[in-house]
């Protein structure tokens, strides 16, 4: 049974360019959960989704950052005109529910903004 | 801000040892916690969980302890391990769907 999959594991993009990760909840899964961690820091919530719909969005910047979830196909975390600020560790989990449980992580993707 | 925050940045134990991490959460409404452990490079991996209605849980070598008068989370690990050194993040769904609010982390250091 695979996890959560996660990809790119490392993206290497420069000021302005996009950067877009992917995550492949685990089978059966339909809540997706993407966080951002910096560095010696704890883990950020960004926003929550099951298909096709966002469910709370709280913790997304109000520019450049998207997510969506589509019918078929895996979740995107989109960032346009990265800056280097942007550089962090980006986390996706998944749930069967939706409910007070545990998440299911992935092994993340180091994005670099050079 | 985040409502659970961590006493300790830093534990080191000697290998054998019981390790105790603690966890201050702030949202009264929060009935259910997670520990995870994330080891360099990797996700966080579930370690255990414990509901308001409980007060302490236990699993292979972990015990977690709640205290919702002081609003105080622990993980105590037994005869702790260097395979157990990591970060140790506690967790809590404040009941907005499956949605956790994560702590700082506490690094926990295992000497052989």
């Known amino acids: 049974n695979a996890g959560v999959m996660q990809n790119p594991r490392h993206l290497v993009r420069r000021r302005g360019q996009e950067a877009r990760l992917r995550c492949s909840p685990m089978?059966?899964?339909?809540?997706v959960y993407w966080y951002r961690q910096l560095p010696e820091e704890g883990l950020k919530f960004m926003v929550y989704?099951?298909?096709?719909?966002?469910?709370?969005e709280s913790g997304m910047p109000k520019e450049r950052f998207s997510a969506e979830f589509p019918k078929e196909g895996p979740s995107i975390l989109r960032i346009q005109q990265v800056v280097r600020g942007d550089s962090a560790a980006y986390f996706c989990?998944?749930?069967?529910?939706?409910?007070?449980?545990?998440?299911?992580f992935g092994s993340g993707t180091q994005l670099s903004v050079l | 801000g985040e409502s659970v925050g961590l006493h300790l940045p830093t534990l080191s134990v000697q290998e054998g040892d019981n390790s105790i991490i603690n966890c201050a959460y702030s949202?009264?409404?929060?009935?259910?916690f997670i520990w995870y452990k994330q080891e360099s490079g990797k996700g966080p991996q579930f370690i255990i969980d414990?509901?308001?209605?409980?007060d302490k849980r236990q699993g292979q070598r972990v015990t977690v302890l709640l205290n919702k008068t002081v609003k105080h989370l622990s993980l105590q690990i037994a005869a702790t391990q260097p395979g157990d050194s990591a970060v140790y993040f506690c967790?809590?769904?404040?009941?907005?769907?499956?949605?956790?609010?994560f702590g700082q982390g506490t690094e926990l250091s295992v000497k052989p």
């Open positions: 989990a998944s749930s069967p529910r939706g409910t007070d449980e545990k998440l299911f």
């Open positions: 949202n009264s409404a929060s009935d259910y």
């Open positions: 089978k059966g899964h339909s809540h």
């Open positions: 414990i509901r308001s209605n409980m």
């Open positions: 989704l099951q298909k096709e719909n966002i469910i709370d």
């Open positions: 967790a809590e769904n404040i009941g907005q769907g499956g949605k956790l609010i």
